[in-house]
């Protein structure tokens, strides 16, 4: 006993403890981030960062902007303008301007995965415009901006307006040459001063191609890769015996699979049959007989098959593998990989979808 007594005494002296920390009152946390090209291939970062007024201790936003010529040296100018450390571990959106997104997102996204601090789990959003626009907002409603950005892109992941992505998984895409990269697309909507999610922006590579994808066309192209989001619904005009109806559609489940078909001559193509299921929570003419619903299913396959072949063409023409047909060679047809020059093949590719539609439930009155 005495001898442990004399070891614990011993180690009193012997362990160092914390050589190296960062105190909370000696830290300021960013909520949001913005970058955007200027002149002589410098970037403006503008940051929000949160902070509270003295007499309600109310939460409040305060906005800072510097030019550099990285994110590092932005961040270090931005350390002599406010009273703290800035620390980006609480950070959840990260705005690029769409020009500058056209030069390659590494360039900004190299820092984050250098630094332990890092928040993976931070979405990315390419802005149409000026992003610090949007930050400068300060607030929208009760919300501060950051979690505002951070809000509605949530919301439009989980309506499968837009891919679920976060600076860690976009790592894996980026350097996956059969994957591709596609972000949430937003910009400012001045007359409310709010931001719009307007849909998704295509990568080649690290770099935006400069195609987007609507709102409606970014819940086909989930669909056709199979990465629907908790909700899924559409709205599509369909004509029944000559009348103008409105068909609004709840999809409950969607089954896809990649078809690698190879000609005599080793000519790759691709078939991706999809079936989609789906519930009718609107009819603007109430009258669903089951004759009618058979003749809506038919106009509703003819309209999602349209849309099928417009997301195929929009992909290719971005040169934006994100149904990762490239990932599905590599892995089941590595020969005919091999013998692929996938950046100039992929645009060439014959890419045929082929969409089924059941209605499985049409509303309580029915």
């Not at 007024?53 to 409040?60: L, V």
């Not at 250098?114 to 415009?129: C, M």
């Not at 976060?166 to 059969?178: K, N, P, R, S, Y």
């Not at 103008?244 to 991706?272: E, H």
Request: glycine share 6%.
């Amino acid at each position: 006993m005495k001898r442990t007594g004399i070891g614990l005494f011993l180690l009193v002296f012997l362990l160092s403890g914390c050589w190296d920390q960062k105190t909370l009152k000696d830290t300021i946390f960013i909520s949001s981030a913005a970058f955007e090209k200027k002149e002589q291939d410098e970037i403006q970062a503008t940051i929000s960062i949160h902070s509270y007024t003295s007499k309600e201790n109310e939460p409040i936003s305060k906005v800072f902007t510097v030019v550099g010529l990285s994110p590092r040296e932005g961040r270090m100018k931005l350390n002599q303008q406010v009273s703290g450390a800035l620390m980006s571990a609480k950070n959840r959106v990260l705005l690029i301007q769409d020009d500058l997104a056209k030069d390659g997102i590494l360039k900004v996204s190299d820092v984050l995965y250098r630094t332990p601090e890092s928040p993976l789990s931070a979405k990315y959003a390419i802005v149409k415009g000026s992003p610090s626009e949007i930050v400068y907002l300060q607030k929208v409603g009760n919300e501060l901006i950051g979690e505002y950005l951070a809000g509605i892109i949530h919301t439009a992941e989980n309506s499968s307006s837009v891919p679920n992505e976060t600076i860690q998984t976009i790592c894996t895409v980026l350097f996956d040459e059969g994957k591709g990269l596609a972000l949430p697309y937003i910009e400012m909507n001045k007359k409310n001063q709010a931001a719009n999610v307007v849909g998704t922006a295509l990568f080649h590579d690290d770099k935006f191609s400069g195609v987007t994808l609507n709102a409606m066309q970014s819940r086909m192209a989930l669909l056709l890769s199979d990465r629907k989001g908790k909700h899924l619904m559409m709205s599509d005009n369909v004509v029944v015996n000559g009348e103008k109806n409105t068909a609004s559609y709840n999809v409950i489940s969607s089954k896809v699979r990649l078809k690698i078909k190879k000609d005599p001559v080793d000519v790759v193509s691709v078939q991706i049959p999809l079936k989609v299921k789906v519930e009718i929570t609107e009819f603007t003419y109430n009258d669903l007989t089951k004759k009618k619903v058979k003749t809506v299913e038919k106009k509703l396959e003819a309209i999602l098959q349209k849309r099928a072949e417009n997301v195929v063409d929009k992909l290719q023409e971005a040169n934006c593998d994100f149904l990762e047909i490239g990932r599905e060679l590599m892995a089941y047809h590595p020969k005919e990989w091999k013998k692929l020059d996938w950046k100039s093949d992929y645009p060439e590719l014959s890419i045929k979808p082929k969409v089924s539609v059941q209605i499985i439930h049409k509303g309580i009155i029915n």
